[in-house]
């Protein structure tokens, strides 16, 4: 049968409570709830407990599981022949760079295991067929290609070469092939444009005729020849029209207003400009007709 619901008895049978009625009941009904209370409470931590545990088997078996794979992906790189270098992809920064040049210096690398490649011997084994590099970026992309960036020092001037008995530099039309780095390597190419912005320095006095890719003047050399240039427009309002190098002698002249101005590397340029300062107090420039001998230490020689 359905239970039916209770209800207060009517107050003609409901008999009085005591007080220490009222306080046993009461008392009950705390130890009852304490009880519930302290259930719960157990219930509780034994759930933290478990949770605990299986948090604790997870992490170990996350770790185990990441271990394998690693030692399964290093056995791999290590032990597979198909980790091994089968492409060369080159991004030159610079137009005038032979990519196949690149190619050819870096067939050592082919079939070479790519995991244990070096970017330091991949660029070890480029500046030693191609000088001119000045950065060298490389990367891998497995399994088998490598990827080599590769920048080349910028071009500071043009050149034009005579030959030992030629005495002064003529005009000459068509392309130019030879050019100076700013570390002072010589360069011939044609794969460069818009070199007309470039200053055009003229070679002389050479013992043997230097090769493409090596360095013909130190680039001190450069930064005292375009000081010298600078300091003679910014000073002197004077512009040079023409930059010769003798190589075996170690110096170079600059012609401004028709005059050549003779420096050298051994003495300081400054020295050298403060005579031309001198000189100039002194002497009438309509006096000069063909060079002004800077180089002499106690003297200023002219013609």
């Not at 070199?195 to 005729?209: A, K, M, N, S």
């Not at 000189?279 to 001998?293: A, H, M, P, T």
């Amino acid at each position: 049968m359905p239970r039916r619901l209770t209800r207060r008895l009517p107050k003609q049978y409901a008999r009085p409570v005591s007080r220490d009625t009222k306080r046993f009941v009461k008392r009950k009904m705390e130890r009852k709830h304490n009880r519930s209370k302290e259930r719960m409470r157990r219930w509780k931590r034994t759930a933290d407990l478990w949770k605990e545990v299986v948090t604790a088997h997870a992490v170990k078996g996350m770790l185990a599981s990441c271990m394998f794979i690693g030692c399964t992906v290093f056995g791999f790189l290590l032990f597979s022949p198909i980790v091994q270098v089968r492409e060369i992809q080159v991004t030159r920064e610079s137009p005038r760079l032979d990519i196949e040049d690149v190619q050819v210096a870096l067939t050592p690398m082919f079939g070479r295991h790519l995991f244990f490649l070096s970017s330091l011997e991949v660029a070890d084994l480029l500046k030693e067929s191609i000088p001119d590099i000045s950065a060298i970026s490389v990367s891998k992309t497995y399994p088998s290609t490598l990827h080599v960036r590769v920048q080349l020092h910028p071009l500071a001037a043009r050149l034009r070469i005579l030959e030992p008995d030629q005495e002064y530099a003529t005009s000459q039309t068509g392309a130019t092939v030879d050019f100076l780095t700013d570390q002072g390597m010589y360069v011939a190419t044609t794969a460069v444009h818009d070199t007309e912005t470039l200053p055009e320095i003229v070679v002389v006095d050479w013992g043997v005729r230097p090769d493409p890719g090596t360095r013909m003047v130190r680039p001190s050399f450069l930064e005292r020849m375009n000081a010298a240039e600078l300091t003679l427009l910014r000073q002197f309002g004077k512009e040079v029209s023409q930059r010769r190098i003798f190589l075996r002698a170690q110096e170079f002249h600059v012609t401004i207003d028709g005059i050549d101005l003779w420096f050298d590397t051994r003495t300081p340029l400054e020295k050298q400009l403060n005579r031309y300062r001198l000189f100039l107090r002194e002497v009438e420039s309509s006096e000069v007709k063909q060079y002004i001998d800077l180089r002499v230490a106690d003297r200023v020689v002219y013609q």
